[in-house]
């Protein structure tokens, strides 16, 4: 996606939705300086464009129970299509998994889990992870501390 099309209201637009989705098209219009129906077409435009992929309530892990955030690195036997195919179809269907991604380096891919405790990260790792077909090496990391979480990019740099 060509990001040069964006003006300087598209980004600002996109700039502010992204952390405040919530914040009604009228209020919108005005931190812009556009009309409301004007706003509303550039939203929808950037939309239909696949700027905004959607739109999501950000939820605290605590708050639900999941008192453990974790990073597994997970290493496969063979890097065939048939194997990477198997793998990501198994991956998606856990619900524990935030995020998969395909990476470079010492480890195929790395996982963003959220687990309830020690207990859930076991059975995870032994019943699910372990059993997969292929997967030859897993490597876990809890974390401690979370320093900076963001889901807004960087858009003015």
């Known amino acids: 996606m060509d990001t040069t099309s964006l003006d300087a209201i598209d980004r600002q637009l996109l700039d502010i939705l992204q952390t405040e989705g919530r914040i009604s098209n009228a209020a919108l219009a005005r931190r812009v300086s556009l009309s409301p129906p004007a706003t509303h077409a ?75 405790n020690r207990k859930g990260l076991e059975r995870f790792v032994v019943e699910k992870l372990t059993p997969m ?8 990391s809890l974390v401690l501390t979370e320093v900076k979480s963001s889901t807004a990019f960087p858009l003015n740099q």
């Open 42 to 116: 550039r939203v929808k435009r950037l939309e239909e464009q696949g700027y905004i992929r959607k739109f999501a309530a950000l939820l605290n892990p605590e708050k639900l129970g999941y008192d453990m955030l974790c990073f597994v690195n997970i290493t496969l036997q063979h890097h065939n299509s048939t194997q990477l195919e198997s793998f990501r179809k198994e991956i998606q269907k856990m619900p524990e998994v935030l995020e998969c991604h395909h990476v470079t380096g010492e480890y195929d891919y790395l996982l963003k889990v959220v687990i309830h």
């Open 133 to 140: 077909p292929g997967v030859s090496r897993i490597y876990t």
